[in-house]
């Protein structure tokens, strides 16, 4: 009752706005015509292809080293890591004699248990071999392309509706996704970087289908520590990490292909994406393409997946991604009890920052589904990113009405109106108000620095 009260409220506001906004008729797009030309215009393989070149670092310019690892490293990590990647940074003539072998492989799995660790060794790497370095996070890449350019299926008729009709719809919309009707309990449990469409199979051929999963290569992982849990369960929001609107694999994995082409004709080369596994199976197309992408590189060019996992389990790699990533190279903790509690207590941290980062990027990727945007989400702190990421679309449907109903002259972006934290915050209270216990409820500030992780524990927003 308490869940359809605050639906029906936010619903009532929502169409209240709507249809006294209705009186005037006025472009969702604000009357930018050259915002709304370019959004019109779409993605292009140039336009990504520019944004991807932006991601391009030097490797020499890099202060993240092996003999400087911000980290403890396995002198055993290290060497394999280094002596698979110069086969082909170096182009070596060696290449001819290990092109059968898995570690002299050109596309490399990174197993570990923080995406920083992953990152940090790909820099690392990269200014060993003053190599040019390109990190790739799919799924902010592509929801900043998204904002930035959309998803080229508008036409002019879409920036000509009133702001009445596609309020309506946005609420509408928003409402449709939401859970009003009593719906099966789903299971508890720290949910790390959950993925709309991991469930996705893919559709290759029979011969591949039904082969079993292979385990994780005993080379890499004979020696390897137990060690304890990787920091404390938190309640963290369901993250989608693949976006639910269009968009052309076959783009991205063309602008990449031309980006790595390009580049590797004058330097070696290291590309790095994260959460490769979830980045492959975003579709059946994708994994194709991005099979093709590997078959068609030549040159000084490395690729190196990340792929999060526990070191206590005894997880199984996927077939179709040992059939890409042929070599696996799993991460190591110290052996060293003092060392091993510094470890954990790093990558601890870095935890934190990477769940910052994903929340914001899940409550981007809402609004940008929405045609909304908001610039100062950097400005938030973590515990706020995290129920504002749980309860974003309940959230976003009141915020929409307090904004438009609070400004005169709204801003709007390439054809997406700009909310402010403001609003967000006013929704935010309203919602934690109803939502929340007097001990948990928690205030949305607004800070000066790019992170800040509020020194109160993590709320549990209950329904």
């Given at each position: 009752m308490e869940r359809?009260?605050?639906?029906?409220?936010?619903?009532?506001?929502?169409?209240?706005?709507?249809v006294g906004l209705g009186l005037a008729s006025a472009p969702w797009a604000g009357g930018a015509s050259a915002s709304a030309s370019a959004r019109a215009a779409g993605v292009t393989v140039e336009r990504v292809e520019q944004d991807l070149r932006r991601l391009l670092a030097d490797g020499a310019d890099s202060k993240v080293t092996f003999d400087e690892f911000p980290y403890y490293l396995s002198e055993q990590t290290r060497v394999v890591l280094t002596s698979a990647a110069y086969v082909h940074l170096k182009q070596a003539e060696i290449s001819k004699y290990t092109r059968n072998l898995a570690p002299a492989s050109r596309a490399i799995l990174l197993s570990g248990p923080a995406e920083l660790y992953q990152q940090m060794l790909a820099r690392a790497l990269a200014h060993y071999f003053q190599a040019k370095l390109l990190l790739l996070d799919p799924t902010d890449f592509l929801i900043k392309i998204h904002n930035k350019y959309g998803t080229g299926g508008g036409t002019e008729k879409t920036f000509k509706r009133s702001i009445s009709e596609t309020t309506l719809e946005r609420v509408s919309g928003l409402f449709g996704s939401l859970s009003i009707l009593p719906q099966k309990e789903q299971p508890k449990g720290t949910i790390r970087r959950q993925s709309s469409m991991t469930d996705v199979k893919l559709r290759s051929s029979e011969s591949t289908s039904n082969l079993p999963k292979l385990r994780r290569n005993a080379s890499s992982s004979s020696d390897m520590s137990s060690m304890a849990s990787q920091g404390p369960s938190t309640n963290t929001a369901p993250l989608r990490r693949t976006s639910s609107w269009t968009f052309d694999d076959k783009i991205l994995v063309q602008a990449l292909y031309k980006v790595l082409l390009s580049v590797s004709k004058s330097y070696p080369i290291v590309l790095y994406i994260r959460d490769v596994e979830k980045f492959l199976h975003k579709s059946p197309k994708m994994y194709l393409l991005f099979e093709k992408l590997l078959n068609k590189l030549d040159g000084p060019v490395l690729v190196l997946g990340?792929?999060?996992?526990?070191?206590e389990s005894d997880e199984e790699l996927d077939y179709r991604l040992?059939?890409?990533?042929?070599?696996n190279i799993e991460i190591k903790p110290p052996e060293n009890e003092n060392h091993l509690v510094s470890w954990k207590s790093q990558l601890e941290e870095d935890m934190k920052m990477i769940q910052f980062q994903d929340n914001r990027n899940h409550i981007m990727e809402v609004l940008a589904e929405n045609d909304l945007e908001c610039d100062d989400l950097g400005s938030i702190c973590l515990s706020d990113t995290m129920c504002l990421s749980k309860y974003i679309e309940e959230i976003v449907v009141s915020a929409v009405s307090y904004h438009l109903m609070n400004n005169k002259d709204p801003d709007y972006r390439n054809g997406k109106l700009v909310l402010s934290t403001k609003s967000l915050s006013h929704a935010s209270e309203i919602f934690q108000g109803n939502k929340m216990t007097d001990k948990d409820s928690m205030k949305l500030e607004v800070t000066d620095g790019t992170l800040k992780v509020c020194s109160i524990n993590v709320p549990t927003c209950q329904l």
């Open positions: 359809k009260s605050v639906v029906m409220s936010a619903l009532g506001i929502g169409i209240g706005v709507g990340s792929r999060i996992v526990d070191m040992t059939v890409l990533f042929p070599y």
